[in-house]
């Protein structure tokens, strides 16, 4: 009890006004939630691969998507079409999310609609923008970053309980029709019977994000698991070797490709990762695959990689958009977008 009044003294003393207005700019976040994790509990945030990404990174792959949806699929209004389903797997707190609805109120400004435009961008974030997230940390978080911004873009959530599309859930299971174990809180039931939903019933038009890196994922249930396995075999190419097929954002891939080609028949992926998949041994038949299904594929290679330290047009070192070795904790083997 004592320390719960220490903690209540000390969020008295927060100048709420100057705090919640840096946190709507999302300058918050990456100095709470990461630094937060890796002092709690460093071994959780490697395993789950918990990176936060730069806004600019996360605004720069928004527009890349808009820009696709608008001139490879020929959706005038890009993200703002209310048919454009979107979903990030991996949310974290919320970035991406947020970054999409004000594309998409930026997007409905420009076509002068006034006050008609906040009611749209809250329809899409309860009815059409989605975020998945194991963590219950960053889930919280998310809802309140998605929260924020659309206060921001005048479209608030009504205070009966109206929730944004931010759910609990493993984004690599749940997408066929299976028996569900019952839980034991009903509200987690729900979370997850509307999560199921997502999965199974919406259109999702576009998958982006910043999927979760561990060189070796450990223990999944075999769904997960076998996720991978659609880049173990090979036709034209030679056989995967080596073990990089269990990386956690592998899975990831294959989930955004099997959703988007395989079933909604056409969309957009757009992931940043590491690199290695795009020169490895092991991947041979992740590529194979991604040229049979997709039409278009555009890759922005941003070096980073400590280890094969690529340059910049003048010659100099081109670090990380993440980190540079000795200094900050964050991703070091380089990123391809």
């Given at each position: 009890?004592?320390?719960?009044?220490?903690?209540?003294?000390?969020?008295?003393?927060?100048?709420?006004?100057?705090?919640?207005?840096?946190?709507?700019?999302?300058?918050?976040v990456p100095y709470f939630y990461e630094?937060?994790?890796?002092?709690?509990?460093?071994?959780l945030r490697k395993d789950l691969g918990?990176?936060?990404?730069?806004?600019?990174?996360?605004?720069?792959?928004?527009?890349?998507?808009?820009?696709?949806?608008?001139?490879?699929?020929?959706?005038?209004?890009?993200?703002?079409?209310?048919?454009?389903?979107?979903?990030?797997?991996?949310?974290?707190?919320?970035?991406?999310?947020?970054?999409?609805?004000?594309?998409?109120?930026?997007?409905?400004?420009?076509?002068?609609?006034?006050?008609?435009?906040?009611?749209?961008?809250?329809?899409?974030?309860?009815?059409?923008?989605?975020?998945?997230?194991?963590?219950?940390?960053?889930?919280?978080?998310?809802?309140?970053?998605?929260?924020?911004?659309?206060?921001?873009?005048?479209?608030?959530?009504?205070?009966?309980?109206?929730?944004?599309?931010?759910?609990?859930?493993?984004?690599?299971?749940?997408?066929?029709?299976?028996?569900?174990?019952?839980?034991?809180?009903?509200?987690?039931?729900?979370?997850?019977?509307?999560?199921?939903?997502?999965?199974?019933?919406?259109?999702?038009?576009?998958?982006?994000?910043?999927?979760?890196?561990?060189?070796?994922?450990?223990?999944?249930?075999?769904?997960?698991?076998?996720?991978?396995?659609?880049?173990?075999?090979?036709?034209?190419?030679?056989?995967?070797?080596?073990?990089?097929?269990?990386?956690?954002?592998?899975?990831?891939?294959?989930?955004?490709?099997?959703?988007?080609?395989?079933?909604?028949?056409?969309?957009?992926?757009?992931?940043?990762?590491?690199?290695?998949?795009?020169?490895?041994?092991?991947?041979?038949?992740?590529?194979?695959?991604?040229?049979?299904?997709?039409?278009?594929?555009?890759?922005?290679?941003?070096?980073?990689?400590?280890?094969?330290?690529?340059?910049?047009?003048?010659?100099?070192?081109?670090?990380?958009?993440?980190?540079?070795k000795g200094e900050s904790v964050g991703?070091?083997?380089?990123?391809?977008?």
């Open positions: 009890m004592e320390v719960l009044d220490w903690t209540a003294d000390a969020l008295e003393r927060v100048d709420r006004t100057a705090f919640f207005s840096r946190f709507n700019t999302g300058e918050a630094p937060f994790l890796e002092a709690f509990d460093p071994s918990v990176w936060y990404t730069p806004t600019e990174v996360v605004q720069a792959m928004v527009a890349r998507v808009d820009n696709a949806l608008k001139q490879d699929l020929g959706i005038s209004e890009g993200l703002a079409a209310e048919n454009v389903v979107v979903l990030d797997p991996c949310c974290g707190t919320g970035a991406y999310l947020a970054a999409v609805l004000r594309r998409i109120a930026a997007n409905l400004d420009g076509q002068g609609l006034g006050a008609l435009a906040g009611a749209r961008v809250k329809a899409a974030a309860t009815e059409r923008v989605f975020g998945f997230e194991i963590m219950p940390a960053p889930f919280v978080v998310a809802h309140l970053q998605v929260g924020l911004t659309l206060q921001e873009l005048d479209a608030p959530l009504a205070d009966d309980g109206e929730q944004a599309g931010v759910f609990l859930t493993n984004a690599l299971t749940g997408w066929e029709p299976h028996t569900n174990k019952p839980l034991p809180f009903p509200e987690l039931e729900k979370e997850r019977d509307r999560a199921k939903r997502v999965k199974q019933d919406k259109p999702v038009l576009v998958i982006l994000g910043n999927p979760p890196y561990n060189g070796f994922a450990g223990l999944a249930v075999d769904e997960e698991r076998a996720l991978s396995n659609a880049y173990r075999s090979t036709r034209r190419v030679r056989r995967p070797e080596g073990q990089g097929l269990n990386d956690l954002y592998v899975r990831f891939f294959r989930m955004a490709e099997r959703r988007i080609a395989e079933k909604t028949g056409q969309g957009v992926v757009c992931f940043i990762s590491n690199y290695s998949w795009l020169d490895g041994l092991s991947f041979t038949g992740m590529r194979e695959r991604f040229l049979e299904a997709f039409d278009a594929i555009r890759i922005d290679c941003l070096n980073g990689d400590v280890r094969k330290g690529g340059k910049t047009p003048d010659g100099e070192p081109d670090g990380s958009v993440f980190t540079v991703i070091q083997v380089g990123t391809a977008i």
